[in-house]
């Protein structure tokens, strides 16, 4: 655990008095104290590219009113720095009055060990790995063109300070290991990316010459697209593979379903709460406590410890994600949602590791079902536009499905849908639900924050597929 | 306020001082500091205020052709000590790279011009609040829009990079953002659209009503959007969108694409990559410029290029490591374009609209499409049916595609270009893509 107070002029005392003087007439607020170290080592064009370090501290002071939320954040910890901060909130909330909210509720459970996995692990065998995953790959056969390989790794401390002196602290370690390879076979270029991380150190997901599954899952994709015909263009039937598909869930729902957005009417979901808005036998859950995870968290940026929060069940809309602002001004509770990037940025309703629970189909019977559409196995990245509830994907790996056949590879293509109603049209909930392998990144309002996503397969009977064959 | 340059150089110092003494070959750093103040406002009342306050440091440490780096936003001697010992430990054990070193010498800027960019006007708070009141009251003047949100940022910058080649040079900058998010309702559907303005001084900021109108029709217009069936069409970019065309073409010529071998437009010098009417431009000493720079993020000089002339491309964007690769001089583009821009097309706005009789205008698109390995482009649309030169009705939840080596082929600029961002197009239309909807 980081000691914010050692090396500064400022003392725990001055820091927890001037933090309840500042806040006392305030609805909510804290100081939010964070370290980071953090390291990114990468291979690239046969050599070692670039290999990082980067250590941050830093704070960010809130004051909340009403609506109002203040912030300032500065990376001195020190007395003045503190002082000026507390001076500009007060400023922003001048003539504003409220009652501090002292409750945070408390859990003893812990779902990631206090280790800086940096440490872990020495520099040389990290750069040997990244070595052999380039000898691997290239030694694969003559397409492999470029290897790129890399590590990134960090621990972040945090310790939150309420009005009245109650502090709340957490180590989160986090590590993601990446492959991606470009093959290049009669004039045609195509490129496959694999990754791997979470919570531990690197050689709980490199064990057992792990790095070589992710190295052949990278070629393989790489090699499918090698093949690809151009997508079909126009409305189908999809079935999606279990696992990192669900970032559809993601986008469709999930983003909708924030605190946020609803307590301003700004999302396509706002008026739905007890709703329909899902095929029966569609469960999704939002889940901050499943061990080890990338989007797990033991307590969220304001100190909630995080739950497994129902979102929809059984295909009607039960709750939001919230935070504690939004959480108080629609008159509920926190559900350990509140996240930042970091101490540069406000809290906000975020998502954790978000999931559609498994049906009782397979994924053979939605392929038999289907006479024409496509089958996606994986996609890069997604984006929603809240309001509308438009929301569309990118395939990175998909495939034609013909009279209840898989057919050929399909290059990359966009799918839109409308959030609202896209769960809907889901006809049928695979038996197979799966966990992403741990490498998705949310962005909101310019904060990126961990997060994970789990799905079975799912046939969905309707969707526009953006590709350009006619 | 924000550090002034003594203090930035006296900690750059410290840092190719200690760097040297430990051993090292060569050294670089980067120190900055930034002060940010934003008001957030919604539906017409105050919603946040934030303020930042941050320095940055970030190290380069060589040994011979080895080289690693760090960066930390502590800069207390203490901290800075700790960070370059291990930054030099760790490029003591970093394989070497034949490729790894420091710009040459005379491509270093020599004279630094001012280009204006720094405008100390201090907009308070309470300001920023009016400003945006006056905003927001516009915005919602207008029947059917049912949520406002604005934000005003203001921001002041200084930086200083030095290396151990006596290099040492640094220069101000402030930025004033305003943006504007509207979303309208009608009995048919509920829409979001935005406008924003970014200058480097606050005299130049739009008007406050101006914005605000200007986002709320651009909202209204969207209400109850048709999807169209999926064909091919020509295909008009509004230019919000026509400048996201050339951020993709930055990309697929930076000299670290090209040099990797994966970029669709590699090995395309003096080769037709676009209509022949086109020409792309980089000039990084526009007075005020957002994109403006003197020198790039290794110090070395950097003046205007043309990219591309009548279609050809003429140049990679390049830096010292990726120039070295392919056997090129720096051209000053480490970190990528300054102020990049396609010279005006022949034909006005108006005529473009009615060059066919159907057209699909493009307002907004979602979603990360751009392959530049292949060239495939895939991503989700709104925008405007088009006939005859008429905006007929919205249309939405629609993709379009294409290949980036056909539709820059297939380009036909409007003369309707302005210098409001650090990348600015004219209107665009491009023929031949295909649009996925019903």
Redesign the interface.
């Known amino acids: 655990m980081s000691n914010f107070f050692n090396?500064s002029d400022l003392t725990r005392q001055d820091a927890d008095k001037l933090v309840s003087e500042t806040l006392n007439n305030c609805d909510d607020g804290e100081l939010y104290l964070e370290e980071s170290k953090s390291e990114s080592i990468l291979l690239?064009?046969n050599?070692?590219?670039?290999?990082?370090?980067?250590?941050?501290?830093?704070f960010g002071f809130r004051a909340i009113s009403n609506?109002?939320?203040?912030?300032?954040?500065?990376?001195?910890i020190s007395k003045d720095?503190l002082k000026?901060?507390s001076e500009?909130l007060k400023?922003?909330l001048k003539s504003i009055k409220g009652t501090y909210n002292h409750e945070i509720p408390k859990s003893n459970k812990k779902f990631y060990k206090d280790i800086n996995p940096i440490e872990q692990k020495t520099?040389?065998s990290k750069?040997e790995v990244l070595n052999k995953v380039n000898e691997f790959l290239r030694k694969k056969d003559a397409s492999v063109?470029?290897v790129t390989a890399s590590f990134a790794g960090e621990q972040k401390s945090i310790e939150i300070i309420r009005s009245g002196g109650e502090s709340l602290t957490d180590v989160r370690p986090l590590i993601r290991f990446n492959v991606s390879v470009?093959l290049?076979k009669n004039g045609?270029?195509?490129?496959g990316v694999y990754g791997i991380g979470g919570r531990q150190s690197y050689d709980d997901y490199l064990k057992n010459d792990n790095w070589k599954n992710v190295c052949e899952e990278a070629y393989r994709i790489a090699s499918v697209n090698l093949e690809s015909k151009p997508?079909p263009?126009?409305?189908m039937k999809v079935v999606l593979g279990p696992g990192w598909p669900a970032i559809l869930i993601h986008e469709a729902i999930g983003h909708g379903l924030e605190g946020d957005f609803n307590r301003?009417?700004?999302s396509?979901f706002h008026d739905l709460m007890g709703e329909k808005v899902a095929s029966e036998g569609v469960t999704i859950v939002d889940d901050g406590t499943i061990d080890n995870r990338r989007g797990s968290l033991t307590i969220d940026d304001e100190g909630t410890p995080t739950e497994r929060t129902v979102l929809i069940e059984n295909g009607i809309l039960k709750n939001f994600m919230q935070d504690r602002h939004n959480a108080r001004l629609m008159n509920t509770k926190s559900t350990g949602s509140g996240r930042r990037e970091n101490y540069?940025h406000?809290v906000l309703p975020r998502m954790r590791n978000t999931m559609m629970l498994s049906g009782n189909q397979t994924q053979d019977e939605m392929i038999k079902s289907v006479d024409k559409g496509i089958f996606a196995v994986s996609f890069?990245?997604?984006?929603?536009?809240?309001?509308?509830g438009?929301?569309?994907?990118?395939c990175t790996e998909a495939y034609e499905i013909n009279n209840g056949k898989i057919g050929s590879p399909i290059?990359?293509?966009?799918?839109?849908?409308?959030g609202p109603s896209i769960l809907k049209e889901v006809s049928m909930v695979g038996n197979d639900m799966m966990l992403d392998p741990g490498i998705g990144t949310c962005g909101k309002a310019g904060q990126g924050v961990p997060v994970g996503v789990a799905q079975p397969s799912i046939l969905i009977d309707k969707m526009?597929?953006?590709?350009?064959?006619? | 306020m924000v550090k002034d340059q003594e203090f930035l150089k006296s900690k750059a110092s410290y840092c190719l001082d200690l760097a040297k003494k430990m051993g090292a070959t060569d050294a670089s750093v980067t120190v900055g500091h930034s002060i940010s103040e934003t008001v957030n406002f919604r539906n017409k009342s105050l919603e946040a205020s934030d303020r930042s306050d941050g320095l940055a440091l970030s190290i380069e440490t060589y040994l011979g052709k080895r080289r690693s780096s760090i960066s930390s936003s502590n800069l207390l001697d203490e901290n800075i000590k700790t960070l370059i010992e291990k930054c030099f430990e760790t490029t003591k054990i970093t394989p070497e790279d034949e490729f790894n070193s420091l710009p040459e010498k005379d491509l270093l800027a020599k004279q630094i011009s001012s280009l204006n960019l720094y405008d100390e006007t201090r907009f308070e708070n309470d300001k920023k609040i009016k400003y945006l009141k006056d905003l927001e009251e516009a915005a919602s003047s207008n029947k059917q829009i049912i949520n406002t949100e604005s934000s005003f940022t203001e921001n002041k910058s200084n930086f200083i990079l030095a290396n151990s080649y006596g290099f040492c040079d640094g220069y101000k900058t402030s930025s004033f953002t305003t943006s504007c998010v509207t979303v309208a309702k009608d009995e048919n559907s509920m829409e979001r659209d935005y406008e924003f303005s970014s200058k480097r001084h606050l005299s130049d900021i739009k008007q406050a009503s101006d914005l605000g109108n200007k986002a709320a029709k651009q909202t209204i217009r969207k209400l109850s959007p048709n999807k169209i069936g999926s064909e091919k069409i020509s295909i008009i970019f509004d230019k919000r969108i026509s400048k996201g065309m050339l951020s993709v073409f930055a990309s697929a010529i930076s000299a670290s694409a090209i040099a990797r071998g994966t970029s669709f437009l590699k090995g395309k010098i003096d080769q037709q990559v676009f209509a022949n009417s086109i020409n792309v431009i980089d000039k990084p000493d526009i007075i005020k410029g957002m994109g403006s720079q003197n020198f790039d993020s290794e110090g070395v000089n950097s003046n205007t290029i043309q990219l591309v002339e009548n279609g050809i491309l003429k140049n990679y964007l390049v830096d010292t490591y990726n120039g070295k690769k392919l056997n090129l001089k720096s051209n000053g583009r480490s970190g990528g374009t300054t102020n990049l821009y396609f010279e005006n097309g022949n034909i006005t706005y108006e005529d473009l609209l009615k060059k066919n009789s159907k057209s699909l205008y493009i307002t907004e698109t979602i979603g990360h499409g751009s392959n530049l390995v292949t060239g495939d482009y895939s991503v989700g649309a709104t925008g405007f049916l088009v006939e005859d030169g008429e905006f007929k009705y919205p249309v939405n939840e629609i993709t379009i595609a294409g290949n980036f080596k056909d539709m820059f082929k297939n380009i036909t600029l409007a003369n309707d270009l302005e210098f409001e961002y650090s990348v600015n197009s004219p209107t665009m239309m491009i023929e031949g893509m295909t649009v996925a909807g019903k």
């Not at chain 1, 050599?47 to 980067?54: A, H, L, T």
């Not at chain 1, 290059?411 to 409308?418: F, P, R, S």
């Open positions: 090396k690239d064009d050599k070692i590219k670039s290999s990082n370090y980067s250590s941050d501290l830093g609506e109002v939320v203040a912030y300032s954040y500065s990376n001195e720095s000026n901060s500009n400023s922003t520099l040389n750069l063109k470029q470009m290049e045609r270029k195509e490129t997508a263009a126009g409305e301003k009417k700004t396509a540069r406000i890069g990245g997604g984006q929603v536009d809240i309001t509308s438009k929301f569309v994907f990118n290059k990359g293509a966009t799918l839109i849908g409308d526009t597929v953006g590709g350009t064959k006619l």
